[in-house]
């Protein structure tokens, strides 16, 4: 019951956020902690946003300059963040922008849709199967509990939906005129492959990480493959699943006997294989000593002991049991510019467009009126637990 409890207060400051500048009777009593403009800054959006940010501090992903004193330094940033949001909220409002006939019939499809949602999920209390009344009545009741009609809680919703496209509206036009060009993109090429070279040759560690979270840094593979890898394939027999009946030992010594009779590593991983990465790896998996703590430890010391096209015997690893065969090189290489064209331009036109954002952002700050109250926030506290 907490955990509702506590979910709806968050959803209320979540979309209390941008729906309390549009002056709804849910938030007539909350306090101003600063303005941006015309727009109020309300206790509800700033303790939302502090919410989020204590959040993803407690999971490492903020690094502050005083991390003795957290609270301190978050409750800046919150109003940072929350003057960053609010901008072009204010702008909007300032310049007349509005939505079409068609975007606001999409506001209240969506406020319909985030309604249902949340009387969905209160099943997980009164039960699955529970009628629509019933689940009405009850999420009301919890709103009641809270100190908000369902009525408040509707407008705030549409407030904040109807915001955020106007939000989003000015900050297409602050990037309608970015665009990424020939001559930009391939100084970004020429730059990143000489870094790379740099880099990935002292350090071939952080070519293999840059394989794994490149889709979230930049959209672009690495440019540059340093020599030093090896490729290792592997016939994956996976551990049974809860309640599957498997004789892995009986398939593991099935395999072995075809590989002492001298049959093809390849066909029989073919036939055997249960590992899914097989297929984004068709050459096998890269491998050096200086990336063994990224694979399974067992995997990892029987691949660094493997001659040239040897084959391991059974590894027991948590995955389930494996062969291993060392197939070669990896050789040193480069992909050529016309072959990341198209990754090139994602990524240099969705830079042009934030440094566009960034720079409108700014332009506003110095047009904008920005006060804030710190004293006002001073005994805010969260409690993400």
């Given at each position: 019951?907490?955990?509702?409890?506590?979910a709806i207060a968050l959803v209320l400051l979540a979309v209390m956020a941008l729906g309390a500048v549009a002056g709804c009777s849910a938030v007539n009593a909350n306090?101003?902690?600063?303005?941006?403009?015309?727009?109020?800054?309300?206790?509800?959006?700033?303790?939302?946003?502090?919410?989020?940010?204590?959040?993803?501090?407690?999971?490492?992903?903020?690094?502050?300059?005083?991390?003795?004193?957290?609270?301190?330094?978050?409750?800046?940033?919150?109003?940072?963040?929350?003057?960053?949001?609010?901008?072009?909220?204010?702008?909007?409002?300032?310049?007349?922008?509005?939505?079409?006939?068609?975007?606001?019939?999409?506001?209240?499809?969506?406020?319909?849709?985030?309604?249902?949602?949340?009387?969905?999920?209160?099943?997980?209390?009164?039960?699955?199967?529970?009628?629509?009344?019933?689940?009405?009545?009850?999420?009301?009741?919890?709103?009641?509990?809270?100190?908000?009609?369902?009525?408040?809680?509707?407008?705030?919703?549409?407030?904040?939906?109807?915001?955020?496209?106007?939000?989003?509206?000015?900050?297409?036009?602050?990037?309608?005129?970015?665009?990424?060009?020939?001559?930009?993109?391939?100084?970004?090429?020429?730059?990143?492959?000489?870094?790379?070279?740099?880099?990935?040759?002292?350090?071939?560690?952080?070519?293999?990480?840059?394989?794994?979270?490149?889709?979230?840094?930049?959209?672009?593979?690495?440019?540059?493959?340093?020599?030093?890898?090896?490729?290792?394939?592997?016939?994956?027999?996976?551990?049974?699943?809860?309640?599957?009946?498997?004789?892995?030992?009986?398939?593991?010594?099935?395999?072995?006997?075809?590989?002492?009779?001298?049959?093809?590593?390849?066909?029989?991983?073919?036939?055997?294989?249960?590992?899914?990465?097989?297929?984004?790896?068709?050459?096998?998996?890269?491998?050096?000593?200086?990336?063994?703590?990224?694979?399974?430890?067992?995997?990892?010391?029987?691949?660094?002991?493997?001659?040239?096209?040897?084959?391991?015997?059974?590894?027991?690893?948590?995955?389930?049991?494996?062969?291993?065969?060392?197939?070669?090189?990896?050789?040193?290489?480069?992909?050529?510019?016309?072959?990341?064209?198209?990754?090139?331009?994602?990524?240099?036109?969705?830079?042009?467009?934030?440094?566009?954002?960034?720079?409108?952002?700014?332009?506003?700050?110095?047009?904008?009126?920005?006060?804030?109250?710190?004293?006002?926030?001073?005994?805010?506290?969260?409690?993400?637990?």
């Open positions: 019951m907490q955990k509702l409890i506590r306090p101003v902690v600063g303005k941006v403009g015309d727009v109020d800054l309300t206790l509800a959006s700033y303790t939302s946003v502090l919410d989020g940010l204590k959040q993803y501090y407690d999971y490492g992903a903020i690094e502050l300059k005083d991390p003795d004193h957290p609270m301190e330094e978050l409750k800046q940033k919150a109003f940072d963040d929350l003057i960053d949001a609010m901008i072009p909220v204010a702008i909007a409002k300032r310049d007349g922008v509005t939505l079409t006939a068609e975007e606001e019939t999409a506001v209240t499809e969506e406020v319909e849709q985030q309604i249902q949602t949340s009387l969905d999920q209160t099943t997980q209390y009164i039960g699955e199967g529970a009628s629509e009344e019933a689940k009405t009545s009850y999420f009301k009741k919890q709103l009641r509990n809270s100190g908000y009609t369902f009525e408040q809680y509707k407008e705030a919703v549409s407030n904040d939906l109807r915001n955020q496209k106007l939000a989003e509206k000015v900050k297409a036009q602050a990037q309608a005129s970015a665009e990424a060009t020939e001559e930009v993109m391939r100084l970004w090429y020429d730059e990143e492959l000489k870094y790379e070279k740099e880099n990935y040759t002292k350090d071939i560690a952080s070519h293999f990480s840059m394989l794994k979270y490149y889709p979230y840094i930049t959209g672009v593979p690495p440019i540059y493959c340093p020599p030093g890898y090896i490729y290792i394939k592997q016939i994956l027999i996976m551990n049974p699943e809860e309640g599957e009946e498997k004789d892995v030992d009986a398939i593991v010594a099935e395999v072995q006997k075809k590989l002492d009779a001298g049959e093809d590593f390849d066909a029989l991983l073919a036939e055997y294989n249960e590992d899914e990465g097989a297929a984004a790896n068709p050459n096998g998996y890269l491998y050096n000593d200086a990336v063994a703590s990224e694979y399974d430890s067992a995997f990892s010391e029987a691949a660094s002991k493997l001659k040239e096209g040897e084959i391991s015997g059974p590894v027991v690893t948590q995955f389930g049991t494996c062969f291993l065969k060392r197939d070669g090189v990896r050789e040193e290489a480069e992909i050529p510019y016309e072959v990341l064209e198209e990754q090139i331009r994602e990524y240099t036109l969705k830079t042009a467009q934030e440094d566009a954002y960034t720079a409108a952002l700014e332009k506003w700050r110095g047009e904008l009126e920005i006060v804030t109250y710190p004293q006002r926030v001073a005994n805010v506290t969260v409690n993400n637990g």
